[in-house]
Each structure stands twice: as C-alpha cells, then as structure tokens.
Antibody, heavy 114, light 113 residues
Framework: EVQLVESGGGLIQPGGSLRLSCAAS????????MSWVRQAPGKGLEWVSV???????YYADSVKGRFTISRDSSKNTVYLQMNSLRAEDTAVYYC????????WGQGTTVTVSS | DIVMTQTPLSLSVTPGQPASISCKSS???????????LYWYLQKPGQPPQLLIY???NRFSGVPDRFSGSGSGTDFTLKISRVEAEDVGVYYC??????????FGQGTKLEIK
C-alpha cells in the first residue's frame, strides 16, 4: 500500500528547531518529487518545499534560508529541517508525493509559541 | 509568482443541486508539452486534501463522476452535477507549471443547506 506518515511535530519556542520526517511505503521517494505543504490554523494550503528525484530543491520565500528539505534513500524518508522557527510557522505540515497524484500524509502539527 | 483566484469563497447548496467553482490563474497554465497543470483538491474537515481532478479535467481514481473539471489557459471550473452531503469541505485549485512556488487558490468552502 502506498502511504506517507509524517512525524516530528510538537510545541517549540520561537527561535527553536524541529526536524519533520515523512516515511514512505509502497514506493521509492528518490524516484519521485516530494513536497511539504503546510496549513496554518483556519487558513488555506501553502506549499513549503520540494525535492526532485535528481536532488534539486526549492523553497517558498517564507522559509528560504531557515528550512532544509532532504531525503534518506536507505530509510525511504523525506525530512524537513526547520530552524529559527517563528510563530507564523505554526501549522499542520503535510508531505505529498508529486502533488498531482493524490498521495498525501495525514500531517503533523507544529506549534511555535513561548 | 502565479496567483490563483477562486470564486466564490463560500457556497451553500441544497442536496441534489449543482455547484460550480471558478479558478483563474494570473498566467497561462498550458505547458509546451501540451499539458495544463491545474489540479482540484477537496479538504474535508480534519483530513488532508484529497485529489479530485488532475490536469484540468481528469478525475482521479475513485472520484464520483458527478465531479467534472473544465477550462483552459487561465480560466478553469470545477462542477458538481448533484451535490451530496459528503461533498462538504473546502475546495482548492492548484498550479504546478511554475516552480517555485506551487500555488493554491484561497479555497472555496462548500456547505449543505
């Protein structure tokens, strides 16, 4: 079964760091492009970052320089390292395969608050 | 960045009646390959988004045929021929022709009367 499971969210103080994980099963992450999309409370969807099969990465301006996307092929897992967290980074973070083929995880919640 | 503008932002529909959502992009979503990279998602309360339509008009696996997508270039429409109670949620259009960033519409909330 094709599945994505996110983990790593939690409550963190402003300025802190978190690493989100997205474990994939049923397919190989390195053969696809994997995105992170977030949703702030009561708000719409915001694309955050993508890593292509060739390793190229892109980021939304709102997280550029603070977040880093990566993958571990041996674990078939994608990561989002989030540094210098701000209150406005509070959201549910989803990972998704290819964005256009319907495979999304259930999300993990990040709350940035003192 | 490509801006995606949805109208209306909310919709209240009687079961069995049709519904229509418009999505306009600030630039053409037609790629040189001939594909148009416009998608429709539905996010039901407490759930992740689920893909309804890909590349303008192709229904994703398992999506009922009461959902249809149409349009070209910069103007797109999602239609529900007969709304059912299970269709409630927020509908989003999304473009993936230009990166970064991928961009979503603001969302259209569908409620049942």
């Amino acid at each position: 079964e094709v599945q994505l499971v996110e983990s790593g969210g939690g409550l963190i103080q402003p300025g802190g760091s978190l690493r989100l994980s997205c474990a994939a099963s049923g397919f190989t992450v390195s053969n696809n492009y994997m995105s992170w999309v977030r949703q702030a409370p009561g708000k719409g969807l915001e694309w955050v970052s993508v890593i292509y099969s060739g390793g190229t990465t892109y980021y939304a301006d709102s997280v550029k320089g603070r977040f880093t996307i990566s993958r571990d092929s041996s674990k078939n897992t994608v990561y989002l390292q989030m540094n210098s967290l701000r209150a406005e980074d509070t959201a549910v973070y989803y990972c998704a395969r290819n964005l256009g083929d319907g495979v999304w995880g259930q999300g993990t919640t990040v709350t940035v608050s003192s | 960045d490509i801006v995606m503008t949805q109208t209306p932002l909310s919709l209240s529909v009687t079961p069995g009646q049709p519904a229509s959502i418009s999505c306009k992009s600030s630039q053409s979503l037609l790629h040189s390959s001939g594909k148009t990279y416009l998608y429709w998602y539905l996010q039901k309360p407490g759930q992740p988004p689920q893909l309804l339509i890909y590349e303008v008009s192709n229904r994703f696996s398992g999506v009922p045929d009461r959902f249809s997508g149409s349009g070209s270039g910069t103007d797109f429409t999602l239609k529900i021929s007969r709304v059912e109670a299970e269709d409630v949620g927020v509908y989003y259009c999304m473009q993936s022709i230009q990166l970064p960033p991928y961009t979503f519409g603001q969302g259209t909330k569908l409620e049942i009367k």
